[in-house]
């Protein structure tokens, strides 16, 4: 399949719409600067209650903040508490293990969020969201991208998914092989843009990833629906933008953030990686 290079019919109306702050410069930097919208889902994390001014401070001065809008909903604690590294999925994202009070508040963000989306997702013609395996497995990611794909579905808009994966995630991205080809484009990411913005972050200290972080050249979006299939598969998939962590212990216990930092400040050097069948 030719790799078509971004043009106005993908960005055409279109919205963003990720999980938290910072996540719009992280897997969605060759296109975030052109969408009309650009969708926050999260804001506070109950587990650390500063983050929540710190974020406000950041978007103030984020130089897209004219078409920012944050929903402000609260995290759900989720990270880290669906069974990798192949978790179940559910209607409403990844099914939620370990902690009975997060699988609820995963639940029920799931039902606030649709009906915060639902009117933005209406009056747009391409949505642009989290892949659902959540790039490095993220399960509010996986969340994010379930409630906008169904809404996506119900009013006949376009999905695109970001191409981001890492071990953590990888084998439940394999279940979303298949015969079919894809629909995808590539786009280049402004670096120097992307390492301003993570600056404000920086400065507010509302910054979730790594603070030398290298961003990769370009990025690619498949067109959704994606499916997933049960049991090993083959087929084509799409050039991945691949992430190499240490190895995943889950521990619903430990505080997400925590767990989060402590494994990513040890990331190891990015890698690139194709899955095509025809390659």
């Known amino acids: 399949m030719t790799v078509r290079e971004t043009h106005s019919n993908e960005l055409k109306n279109s919205v963003l ?35 929540a001014n710190r974020r406000r401070q950041t978007l103030r001065e984020h130089p897209w903040k004219k078409k920012l809008v944050c929903l402000e909903l609260e995290e759900t604690g989720s990270f880290a508490c669906a069974k990798w590294p192949i978790p179940a999925t559910t209607k409403y994202g990844l099914e939620i293990v370990h902690a009975p009070k997060v699988r609820s508040a995963y639940r029920k963000c799931a039902k ?13 013609d391409n949505i642009f969201t989290h892949n659902p395996w959540g ?14 794909s169904a809404l996506a579905e119900e009013n006949g808009k376009a999905t695109w998914y970001s191409n981001y994966a890492s071990n953590w995630s990888h084998d439940l991205m394999l279940r979303y092989l298949d015969m079919q080809k894809k ?5 280049a990411v402004d670096v120097p843009a992307m ?69 990513l400040d040890r990331l190891t050097p990015r890698q ?7 390659r």
């Not at 649709?114 to 009056?123: F, K, Y």
């Not at 690139?272 to 025809?278: A, K, M």
Request: hydrophobic share 40%; proline share 7%; charged share 25%.
């Open 17 to 51: 719409v990720v999980a938290h702050p910072d996540d719009e410069i992280l897997w969605f930097g060759s296109i975030a600067a052109e969408v009309d919208k650009i969708v926050i889902c999260f804001l506070n994390d109950p587990a650390h209650p500063e983050m």
């Open 112 to 124: 606030s969020l649709r009906r915060h989306l639902q009117p933005i997702i209406q009056q747009a």
């Open 135 to 148: 790039e490095y497995g993220h399960e509010e990611h996986v969340l994010v991208h379930s409630v906008v």
């Open 183 to 187: 629909e995808y484009f590539s786009a």
């Open 195 to 263: 390492q301003a913005i993570a600056k404000i972050y920086s400065r507010h200290d509302a910054w979730t990833w790594l603070d030398d972080y290298s961003w990769f050249d370009k990025e690619y979006f498949v067109r959704g629906p994606l499916v997933r299939t049960e049991g090993p598969s083959s087929g084509s998939m799409f050039p991945v933008n691949l992430l190499e962590l240490p190895d995943r212990e889950v521990n619903a216990r430990m505080p997400p953030r925590s767990f989060a930092r402590r494994v």
């Open 272 to 278: 690139e990686s194709r899955l095509d069948s025809d």
